[in-house]
């Protein structure tokens, strides 16, 4: 998971987030999306710590 978040923080978002760099909000969704995180009961995001 760790070479995955690199790779991604390198690389520009993706379009429609309107942003220039990630962020770590969009860092952690992307990995929720791509199935390296989870969401948790209250709704809130969850990807393990580096």
Known sequence: MEAH???LA???PGQG???ARW???LLADK???LGQ???L???SKN???L
């Open 5 to 7: 978040l690199i790779a």
């Open 10 to 12: 390198c690389q520009r």
């Open 17 to 19: 987030t309107g942003q």
């Open 23 to 25: 962020t770590l909000r």
């Open 31 to 33: 990995l929720v999306e």
């Open 37 to 39: 995180g989870f969401l």
């Open 41 to 43: 009961p209250d709704g």
């Open 47 to 49: 990807v393990r710590a």
